[in-house]
C-alpha cells in the first residue's frame, strides 16, 4: 500500500501553478517533500510560486511558461522539467478557462476557444508528461505514479451561462475515467478532482489567457447570479483553494478515482442521479 513516504524526493508537475488551486496543490506536494514544477501561462506567477516553496520547504523547484492551448510549448514545459528535476511522477493536468453567456450568445469562437484549452489542453498535457512517468517504474524505486485532471462540479450540477465550460469538464471526465482504466494495470493512477466556487483569480486569469484575435472576454452583469441561483447554491459553495486541496494528497497516495473539493450540492446530484435511475426503471419495464 501506497504511504505519503512514497511521494518524498519525487517530481510533482502541476499546470495552472502561478496561481489558485494550481498554486495550492504545488504547495500541498511541496510539504509532503516534493520536488514541484509550477507552470502557469504566466511565467512570472510560476516563478513566484516556486520561489516561495524553495524558500519555505527547501525542495528542488523550477519554473516554466506553458500555453497549453498550443503542441509545442507543452512538449517545451516538459522538456524543461526533465532537464531540471529528471522526470514527473505526478502530473496534475489542472486547467480552465471560463466563458460566462447564454447558449445563444456564445460564438463558435467562444466554443473553440474554451474547448481547445479545457478538452485539448489536458490531452496534450498527458501526451507530453506521460512518457516521463511510464520512465519512474516502480521496479526502479520510484514509488508512486499518478496523474489529476480537473475537472469541475459544474459538471456534476450544471447551472445556465456555462454552456461551454460545463461541456469541456464533461469531456475532461470521460477522458479521465478511460485513462484510468488503460493505465491501471501499469500501476499509473488516474483521479478526477471537483473543484466548486473559490476565492481566486480564475475569472481574471481567464480573461488574460482569451487570443486578441476572437474579441475581448466579457461577462454580462447577470451572469453569476443567473449561474449561482440555477444552481441553488450559495456563499457555502465558494471556498479557499488552500481549503479545497485539503485531502488532495491523502486520496492521491489512496488512488481514490475521483475528489470533491468542497461545496452543498450533493441534494442536486443525487437528484440527478435519481432521473437516471428512473431512466433505466422506465427502460427495463418495457424492453
Known amino acids: 500500500m501506497s504511504t505519503f513516504e512514497d511521494l518524498q524526493g519525487r517530481v510533482a508537475v502541476v499546470t495552472g501553478g502561478g496561481s489558485g488551486l494550481g498554486a495550492a496543490m504545488c504547495h500541498e506536494f511541496a510539504a509532503v517533500g516534493m520536488a514541484v514544477a509550477a507552470l502557469d501561462i504566466d511565467e512570472t506567477n510560476a516563478q513566484a510560486t516556486a520561489e516561495s516553496l524553495a524558500r519555505e520547504f527547501g525542495v528542488p523547484t523550477v519554473a516554466a511558461r506553458v500555453d497549453v492551448g498550443d503542441t509545442a510549448s507543452v512538449h517545451a514545459a516538459a522538456a524543461s522539467v526533465r532537464a531540471a528535476l529528471g522526470g514527473c511522477d505526478v502530473l496534475c493536468a489542472n486547467v480552465g478557462v471560463q466563458q460566462f453567456g447564454a447558449i445563444d450568445r456564445l460564438t463558435e469562437d467562444d466554443w473553440r476557444w ?59 471526465i470521460g477522458y479521465g475515467e478511460t485513462l484510468r482504466q488503460e493505465l491501471a494495470d501499469e500501476g499509473i493512477g488516474v483521479m478526477i478532482v471537483f473543484p466548486a466556487g473559490m476565492s481566486t483569480r480564475h475569472l481574471e486569469s481567464s480573461k488574460l489567457a482569451r ?77
Open 114 to 172: 474554451v474547448l481547445e484549452v479545457n478538452v485539448l489542453g489536458t490531452v496534450r498535457t498527458v501526451a507530453a508528461f506521460l512518457p516521463m512517468i511510464r520512465e519512474r517504474a516502480p521496479a526502479e524505486g520510484a514509488g508512486l505514479r499518478r496523474i489529476l485532471l480537473t475537472a469541475s462540479s459544474g459538471a456534476l450540477v450544471p447551472g445556465v451561462r456555462l454552456a461551454a465550460y460545463t461541456a469541456s469538464k464533461d469531456a475532461v
Open 211 to 287: 487570443p486578441e484575435e476572437i474579441g475581448e472576454w466579457v461577462i454580462a452583469p447577470d451572469d453569476i447570479d443567473a449561474m449561482m441561483s440555477s444552481r441553488k447554491v450559495g456563499e457555502e459553495h465558494v471556498a479557499t483553494a488552500e481549503h479545497a486541496v485539503r485531502n488532495l494528497v491523502a486520496d492521491l497516495v489512496a488512488n481514490e478515482p475521483y475528489l470533491i473539493t468542497h461545496g452543498a450540492y450533493r441534494a442536486e446530484y443525487h437528484a440527478r442521479l435519481a432521473a437516471l435511475e428512473a431512466a433505466f426503471d422506465r427502460m427495463e419495464g418495457n424492453p
